[in-house]
Nanobody, 127 residues
Framework: QVQLVESGGGLVQAGGSLRLSCAAS????????MGWFRQAPGKGRLFVAG????????YYADSVKGRFTISRDNAKNTGYLQMNSLKPEDTAVYYC????????????????????WGQGTQVTVSS
């Protein structure tokens, strides 16, 4: 079993920055990709960004391109989401997820592409 624990959420003013972390642990952590999703009140969970563990390839939702950066530290089994120029519409619960097996980016932009999920961390951006 793999456990994912997010941290780094909080309250920030519009234009500010936050860095989310996702620490992975378990008997043997080995996954193909990590993704970040977010869920605003009353809305579904949406893909934000993803990264392939082995080669660092990344993919972003259009709404965050140029503002958010996903990265990973393989030695620490930890993924990160650096969020800059935050907007009130970025307010949501942010979840990290891990995909166990190789798949396409089309699948990795969907919830069903992931096998493990963290508990979520709240990000609130005030105007």
């Amino acid at each position: 079993q793999v456990q994912l624990v997010e941290s780094g959420g909080g309250l920030v003013q519009a234009g500010g920055s936050l860095r989310l972390s996702c620490a992975a642990s378990g008997r043997t952590f080995s996954s193909y990709a990590m993704g970040w999703f977010r869920q605003a009140p009353g809305k579904g969970r949406l893909f934000v960004a993803g990264i392939i563990w082995s080669n660092g390839n990344t993919y972003y939702a259009d709404s965050v391109k140029g503002r958010f950066t996903i990265s990973r530290d393989n030695a620490k089994n930890t993924g990160y989401l650096q969020m800059n120029s935050l907007k009130p519409e970025d307010t949501a619960v942010y979840y990290c997820a891990a995909a166990a097996d190789s798949t396409t980016w089309v699948v990795l932009t969907m919830e069903r592409g992931y096998d493990y999920w963290g508990q979520g961390t709240q990000v609130t951006v005030s105007s």
